[in-house]
């Protein structure tokens, strides 16, 4: 009988997980489509964006907390040349 629940709540938070996963890589490939298209103002709308969702991954217990803080540091520092050079 427990079995049969622990399956439920497995198959939820799957589910859950799968959602949160999802949207952290589409604000990623939308952030690093905007960098390698050199748009600027974009860059500057979505890092903010991205770095959030990224986080909230983090606290969903989805993505582990180095695995987080290495995306965000990798985005920064693409976003931040892109932004240099259209400076």
Known sequence: KSGLK?????EVRRLRNRAVRTRVRNAMR???AAIT???AAKVKEL???TVS???SGVRKGVFQRNTAARA???LTVQAN???QAQS
């Open 72 to 74: 965000k540091s990798r």
């Open 53 to 55: 969702v990224i986080d």
């Open 6 to 10: 622990r399956r439920r709540q497995n």
């Open 81 to 83: 040349s892109v932004l």
């Open 30 to 32: 939308d952030l690093r």
């Open 47 to 49: 890092l903010p964006r």
């Open 37 to 39: 298209g050199g748009d």
